[in-house]
Each structure stands twice: as structure tokens, then as C-alpha cells.
């Protein structure tokens, strides 16, 4: 994982530490061959970290975009946090998933922190796409290394 921001604002106290983000970040998450796979950015965020306990609570807020490349799948939500120790993500807001075979909406979501496998926990009014060209061809241009095919 490799995260950019432009500005960090770094608080510190007795019990816990505070890292804002107010201009936002850009996570990047790559796969075990080191190809980008996952990319979440949002205009704010934040990490806090109990110094007692050492529990940490990472929270990325307003319109937060998480795209898997490989898959081909987006998230947009409002909030989202993430369980470093679990390795998890998840939200409890309105949550639009995006992907070739179709479109879902729901509240809250759930999925590992490369969104390789994101569950909506309470869907309403989603649709998938029925019929597929076989015949087409999907390059990931973010990882692919050769000349793009003329169409």
C-alpha cells in the first residue's frame, strides 16, 4: 500500500495521536505481483491512535472513490474506514458499486482492503447487465505494458 496527500496536520496529546488529511488522499494497493490493483481517494481523512491501547481507526470521507482495476469495479460512498489490523474495509452509508456486469446500490458495505471482494449489506434497486459481446476485449491501461490494439 502506498497512500499521497498533499497536506497532513499532525496532533498529538497524552493518549492518542491525530493525523488529518484536509485536502484528502489517494491509497494505492497493489497485488502480490506487484501490479496496481486498488486505488480509494477522498477529499478528507483521517487516522487516529490510541497510544494506550495501540488501536488505530483510519476514516476517508466525502466522495470517496474506490476503484479496483484489475476487476474493473468502482465504490463511491460518503464515508469509509478502514481495519488495518483485519485487514478490512467498510462503510455504513449509501454505497454505488459499479462493474461490467452491472450496477448495485445499497447501505453499508463490506470487503478486504483491495475491494477484490465487496458485499453490500442491504441492496435495493440494482441491475445487471444480462447480454455480453464475447468478442470484446478489456485492457487494463493502468498495468499494461506493450502497444494498445487499434480498433
Known amino acids: 500500500m502506498r497512500m499521497e496527500a498533499d497536506i497532513m496536520e499532525r496532533y498529538d496529546n497524552d493518549s492518542t495521536s491525530f493525523e488529518l488529511f484536509p485536502e484528502g488522499i489517494a491509497v494505492f494497493g ?3 505481483e506487484g501490479l496496481l490493483e486498488t486505488e480509494i481517494t477522498s477529499d478528507n481523512a483521517r487516522h487516529v491512535k490510541n497510544k494506550k491501547t495501540d488501536e488505530e481507526e483510519w476514516q476517508a470521507f ?14 463511491e460512498t460518503d464515508t469509509l ?3 488495518r489490523k483485519n485487514e ?3 462503510t455504513h452509508c449509501y454505497v454505488r458499486m459499479y462493474s461490467p456486469e452491472g ?3 445499497g447501505y453499508g458495505m463490506e470487503s478486504d482492503q483491495r475491494a477484490r471482494d465487496s458485499k453490500l449489506l442491504n441492496p435495493f434497486d440494482s ?3 444480462v447480454v455480453q459481446d464475447s468478442t470484446e476485449v478489456r485492457v487494463d491501461s493502468v498495468n499494461f505494458i506493450g502497444p494498445f490494439i487499434k480498433k
Open 103 to 105: 450496477f448495485m446500490q
Open 62 to 75: 466525502g466522495n470517496v472513490v474506490v476503484k479496483n482495476i484489475i476487476e474493473q469495479n468502482t465504490m
Open 81 to 83: 474506514y478502514w481495519d
Open 30 to 32: 497493489y497485488n502480490e
Open 88 to 90: 478490512r474495509i467498510y
Open 127 to 129: 441491475y445487471g447487465i
